[in-house]
């Protein structure tokens, strides 16, 4: 079964800008639709950005909008999430989930185990 791996994850002040990964070994993201997703504490998980399988289209979250770009390689072998403009609100520990052949993000087969980002100064 499909595997998603989180790296990139860390510690930026305000402002900064971090970029997240997204693989599964053995696997062709295209025909999956990819998910970030973020949990910050005392807080249910929310969908921050997604790119359908396939086409690739991109669906984001309003308070990411502008500052957050998803996106999947030629390959298919890696989703990124290049999170600019960083605010303490980002902070949070961020999922990548996976759904075959789907359209949107909104029922995920596979999850990662996550990777934290900390925005603070």
């Known amino acids: 079964q499909l595997q998603p791996v989180e790296s990139g994850g860390g510690s930026v002040q305000p402002g900064e800008s971090l970029t997240l990964s997204c693989k599964a070994i053995?696997?062709?993201?295209?025909?999956?639709?990819i998910g970030w997703f973020r949990q910050a504490p005392g807080k249910e998980r929310e969908e921050v950005a997604c790119?359908?399988?396939?086409?690739?289209?991109?669906y984001y979250a309003d308070s990411v909008k502008g500052r957050f770009t998803i996106s999947r390689d030629k390959a298919g072998n890696a989703v990124s999430l290049q999170m600019n403009s960083l605010k303490f609100e980002d902070t949070a520990v961020y999922y990548c989930?996976?759904?075959?052949?789907?359209?949107?993000?909104?029922?995920?087969?596979?999850w990662g185990k996550g990777t934290l980002v900390t925005v603070s100064s």
């Open positions: 790119i359908n399988s396939g086409r690739g289209d991109t």
């Open positions: 053995g696997y062709h993201l295209t025909n999956w639709a």
């Open positions: 989930a996976a759904a075959r052949l789907a359209a949107f993000c909104d029922a995920m087969d596979y």
